[in-house]
């Protein structure tokens, strides 16, 4: 069955370090991939959006890898920050035969804190 | 400028009671979709709507209808409401795309509690 997975429930890093989240999925070749952030009750805000034929991509402080061979995406945030304390999701359109359509898929999203 | 406006924000009800929940978008995208989040299970699709007049299932549709009879509103109905219902639902919208799913606006969600 097609899966996606987001390796850690949780990710402590101190300030300024690069926190790297990954996201892995299974059976499946989507045609992009998406990331959002969501803080405590609120909804998921996206981020970025990178398409499988894109190898990376960047904003400010933000960097997404796709690699369809491994089918795992990273999401980089560089020199982070306390304010990027957040829950990171991503998600991906899966075929889903039930509802004969693509449908955007979410991993469950790994908690990240930036310790000062 | 709006964006995506959930209706109510918080809502408690008993176990057979009914209600809606309403969401509106003012960015004119076509595609809607409803969304459950639950501890430890992620978001989940319960319905989305391609465009005015038109809806589809997704991942959870059980115990669950929409309609979407206007462009900027998309509504949730519970029609018996059950405890495993207690979520937080998210609304969500986005303009149209290849494989006809962009970037999602999400709106600011409403908790719903089942007794």
């Known amino acids: 069955s097609q899966k996606i997975e987001q390796n850690s429930e949780a990710l402590n890093i101190q300030e300024g370090k690069t926190a790297t989240l990954t996201c892995n999925y299974t059976?499946?070749?989507?045609?992009?991939l998406q990331w959002y952030r969501q803080d405590p009750g609120r909804g998921p805000v996206f981020l970025l959006l990178?398409?499988?034929?894109?190898k990376e991509k960047r904003k400010e402080r933000l960097k997404v890898t796709f690699d369809t061979t491994l089918k795992q995406s990273l999401f980089h945030i560089t020199a982070s920050q306390p304010a990027d304390s957040a829950t990171y999701l991503c998600?991906?359109?899966?075929?889903?035969?039930?509802?004969?359509?693509?449908?955007?898929?979410f991993g469950k999203g790994t908690k990240l804190s930036v310790i000062p | 400028n709006a964006g995506v406006t959930q209706t109510p924000k918080f809502r408690v009800l008993k176990t057979g009671q009914s209600m809606t929940l309403l969401c509106a978008q003012d960015?004119?995208?076509?595609?809607m979709y409803w969304y459950r989040q639950d501890p430890g299970m992620g978001l989940r699709l319960i319905h989305y709507?391609?465009?005015?007049?038109?809806?589809a299932k997704g991942e959870v549709p059980d115990g669950y209808n929409v309609s979407r009879l206007k462009k900027q509103n998309f509504l949730l109905g519970l029609e018996s409401a059950a405890p495993s219902q207690t979520s937080v639902y998210f609304c969500?919208?986005?303009?149209?795309?290849?494989?006809?799913?962009?970037?999602?606006?999400f709106g600011p969600g409403t908790r719903l509690t089942v007794t």
């Open positions: 969500a919208s986005s303009y149209l795309s290849d494989r006809g799913h962009g970037e999602q606006y």
């Open positions: 059976n499946y070749s989507p045609a992009y």
């Open positions: 990178i398409r499988e034929n894109e």
């Open positions: 998600a991906l359109d899966m075929w889903r035969s039930g509802a004969g359509s693509y449908q955007l898929t």
């Open positions: 960015m004119n995208h076509e595609y």
């Open positions: 709507s391609v465009g005015e007049g038109t809806t």
